[in-house]
């Protein structure tokens, strides 16, 4: 899956990290938006066996989601603000 902009594509720039390669996004992304603009794909792979996962509730509900931060710990990629130099990991 990947996200398309449509609006706000003038906000500043940040640069973080996937699985250690670099992803550009924008400012006030979350880290939903900003990995899967980015093309990465998927967030995660479910460990049910459904395959990889893109999110589903968007709102910090399913849980569908989780990537890992370095310093942070596991977090909800639709509930947390990407920032400059974070390091992630697919959860
Ligand atoms: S997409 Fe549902 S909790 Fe993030």
Redesign the pocket.
């Known amino acids: 899956m990947k996200l398309v902009r449509l609006r706000d594509a003038s906000r500043p720039r940040i640069a973080l990290t996937l699985e250690g390669a670099p992803i550009e996004a924008l400012q006030g992304d979350t880290l939903?938006t900003a990995l899967l603009a980015a093309d990465a794909g998927h967030l995660r792979n479910s460990e049910f066996g459904d395959g990889p996962r893109a999110?589903?509730?968007?709102?910090?509900?399913?849980?569908?989601?989780w990537v890992v931060v370095e310093g942070l710990g596991r977090v909800?990629?639709?509930?947390t603000l990407a920032e400059d130099g974070m390091e992630v990991r697919r959860g």
């Open positions: 939903l999110g589903f509730c968007l709102m910090a509900a399913c849980q569908d989601c909800r990629a639709c509930a």
